[in-house]
């Protein structure tokens, strides 16, 4: 256990519908990130906030995908009107800022199913 | 970041000491060398870093050459629990987003 937690585990979705997933941070880290992985291939960054300021976002895959941080802590990521094609884990990671090097703990992901 | 290349997959028997390598022709004077590894079902795990000096800690070792053009993950006493995907990423301090960009990894299976 890392420390980063995320819910839910686990998610079977209809096509079209919209799904929100949350990631706790490790509670003194100021960056959190979000990844996505596909079977078979290395996870895939999507997005990253530095306490609540999203300060990169131009990799999230379409504007159906939406990510949040409203006080700093938690966050959520949004996929609108999902296709089969989100199908992946969703992985979220979280880090310490100030110095070059910054160690990134990922949390255990959520896995989503589109029918 | 500098595009890395790995072996797609790897056997190593139980005790004895696992070593993968990671080509990384293109690596720029700032650039560190982070390896990560993904057990089944699990997020990433951080293993170790470092920038031209060898790096050691309780997990493993890090060889870089002194080109920095490549470097080798040392797992000195491979145990079963050590079966993973190992990625080797390199990565500027301050690069947008703080992003760690993966590849496809080495599979490394332990065998008994």
């Known amino acids: 256990d890392t420390g980063v937690s995320q819910d839910p585990r686990h998610k079977i979705t209809k096509r079209g519908q919209n799904v929100t997933f949350r990631c706790d941070p490790i509670?003194?880290?100021?960056?959190l990130y979000w990844y996505r992985q596909t079977l078979g291939q290395g996870p895939e960054f999507l997005t990253y906030?530095?306490?609540?300021?999203?300060?990169?976002k131009s990799r999230l895959l379409s504007d159906r995908f939406s990510a949040e941080r409203p006080k700093g802590s938690f966050s959520t990521l949004e996929i609108q009107r999902t296709e089969q094609g989100d199908s992946a884990m969703y992985l979220c990671?979280?880090?310490?800022?100030?110095?070059?090097?910054?160690?990134?703990?990922f949390g255990p992901g959520t896995r989503l199913t589109v029918l | 970041d500098a595009k890395t290349t790995q072996p797609t997959s790897m056997d190593c028997a139980e005790g004895r000491a696992a070593n993968l390598p990671c080509n990384h022709s293109?690596?720029?004077?700032?650039?560190?060398v982070y390896w990560y590894r993904q057990i089944h079902s699990q997020g990433p795990q951080y293993i170790i870093h470092?920038?031209?000096n060898n790096e050691t800690n309780e997990m493993a070792s890090l060889i870089i050459t002194e080109d920095r053009k490549s470097s080798t993950l040392i797992l000195p006493h491979a145990t079963l629990r050590d079966t993973a995907v190992y990625y080797c990423?390199?990565?500027?301090?301050?690069?947008?987003?703080?992003?760690?960009?993966f590849g496809g990894g080495t599979r490394l299976m332990v065998k008994p």
């Open positions: 990671a979280s880090s310490s800022g100030g110095v070059s090097y910054n160690e990134q703990f």
């Open positions: 509670s003194e880290h100021n960056r």
């Open positions: 906030f530095q306490n609540e300021a999203q300060l990169e």
């Open positions: 293109t690596i720029s004077g700032n650039e560190y």
């Open positions: 470092g920038l031209k």
């Open positions: 990423i390199v990565r500027a301090p301050y690069n947008a987003g703080n992003m760690l960009t």
